[in-house]
């Protein structure tokens, strides 16, 4: 394959390190903004014209939803991991070939995803203890979401091939554009057409699915190094290997911290429709306070793996402190700013008083603890752009499950079952996982120029 590295990739390896990770972040982390718009705005528009148990029954799907979108987040990072070293090596015949077995498998994951996670909606819903009052919008929801699920898989598969020879820019501009489309659809199937929570869920299928349209008609049109050729589509098993021993642990960790995270919405859903609501807008606001630390382990990922992979071992740890400290800064304005915000964000999603009320209480008593996961994700990132996606996974696998449900079950149980103590259980994983990853990293890292 006799082409060049041109202008929509960016070559992490030289340059400014600070302003390198700005403006390969910046991108990345409003298309996140706009991805996770998606679910928001099904949330706002149910909230505003269905009402709060529909309301319920959305926020009690996201956990399920991320179990299986997780999954295959880890396999594209470590597509991302392999392509971003070949990237950084300048082994363009051997990207080619990673591309087509990244793409040929992300096809044949679809097809598992979708029939196993259709099939196990009904399972998963009684598992988490979903009250019978919001069980049969829950059902309905979460079925149309899981049968159009591939659209949001292919879409991200594809943007992570593009984020892993540094280009962010072109996946921002699909997401503004079927971000658009999901708002239109979303008050034509609700307000005009009268189809309810089924009209959310196929509101944001159908936006996923042109998302992933045009992120597939990019990979196949472009004349750049990573273009994905259909005929000379096949899987290496060598490079799929690498790329699911660096995928695998990181998807095994956030499926777990997900499953974990079941757990914890079992515990709040106890508490009735009221709590369920106000936990549920909590959780969307919450993950947009994380868009900056996850965008910027993201980035040090594909920082730290370009400059491995080109030999510059001191400049990817460089990366790494000055990433950290770049996602503690801005996380730590936008907490202050929700902080004090909290009750005006809530009633975005709500106007009923006990959704304000509970949505405000678990802001103000968690959102401030978010600045631990500043260091957690980073450094995970970090790790994972070194080809060590191991120890993340059993590190995050200790604080965000195992010490976390010992301290919910204790609460529960023994101390305090109230809304806001259940809702505690998330920062007490927070800080327990900084705290090991921090001492695994100052270990493991032992010099800038230790080859990994």
Same mark, same amino acid.
């Given at each position: ?19 390198? =990770? ?220 690498? =790329? ?12 777990i911290t997900a ?65 950290i400290l770049l ?85 529960a149980n023994y ?38």
């Amino acid at each position: 394959m006799e082409q060049t590295k041109k202008t929509t990739s960016r070559d992490l390896t030289k340059g400014n390190i600070a302003v390198q =990770v700005l403006l390969f972040s910046l991108p990345l982390m409003l298309g996140n903004v706009f991805q996770m718009l998606y679910n928001t705005v099904d949330s706002i528009v149910v909230g505003n014209f269905v009402g709060t148990q529909a309301l319920a029954a959305v926020g009690s799907t996201t956990m399920i939803v991320n179990l299986f979108v997780f999954f295959f987040n880890g396999f594209s990072i470590g597509a991302g991991v392999v392509i971003g070293n070949l990237f950084g090596a300048g082994n363009l015949k051997k990207l080619h070939d990673a591309v087509e077995t990244v793409m040929a498998a992300s096809f044949i994951l679809c097809v598992i995803f979708t029939a196993v996670s259709v099939a196990g909606v009904e399972s998963m819903l009684r598992f988490m203890a979903t009250p019978e009052d919001v069980f049969a919008s829950a059902s309905t929801y979460l079925k149309i979401y899981c049968a159009g699920i591939s659209g949001l898989l292919i879409y991200n598969i594809g943007s992570g091939i593009l984020r892993a020879v540094g280009d962010t820019t072109r996946p921002l501009y699909f997401l503004i554009l079927t971000s658009v489309l999901n708002i239109i659809l979303d008050l034509l199937f609700v307000i005009v057409f009268h189809l309810g929570i089924a009209g959310v869920a196929l509101a944001t299928i159908a936006s996923q699915f042109v998302s992933a349209v045009l992120i597939l008609l990019l990979l196949m049109k472009t004349k750049d190094i990573y273009r994905f050729v259909l005929a000379d589509m096949r899987i290496d098993w060598d490079i799929l290997k690498n =790329v699911f021993a660096i995928g695998l642990p990181a998807a095994i960790q956030s499926v777990i911290t997900a499953f974990s995270n079941i757990f914890v919405q079992s515990y709040i859903n106890h508490f009735g429709s009221g709590v369920m609501a106000g936990w549920s807008c909590y959780n969307k606001i919450d993950m947009f306070i994380m868009l900056p630390m996850n965008s910027m382990a993201l980035a040090a990922t594909t920082f730290v793996s370009q400059n491995i992979g080109a030999g510059k071992y001191k400049r990817a740890e460089d990366g790494t402190r000055i990433t950290i400290l770049l996602t503690l800064a801005v996380t730590g304005v936008i907490a202050a700013l929700i902080y004090f915000l909290a009750s005006f964000a809530v009633n975005l999603f709500s106007n009923d008083p006990d959704v304000i009320y509970y949505g405000t209480l678990f802001l103000h008593t968690n959102v401030f603890f978010l600045l631990f996961n500043c260091i957690t994700h980073v450094l995970a990132g970090s790790l994972r752009g070194r080809g060590d996606s191991r120890a993340p996974m059993i590190i995050m696998l200790i604080g965000f499950v195992a010490i976390r449900q010992i301290y919910l079950f204790i609460m529960a149980n023994y101390i305090s079952n109230t809304p806001q103590a259940i809702g505690f259980g998330y920062p007490v994983g927070w800080m327990v996982a900084s705290a090991l990853e921090l001492l695994y990293y100052k270990l493991r890292v032992k010099t800038p120029h230790e080859e990994i």
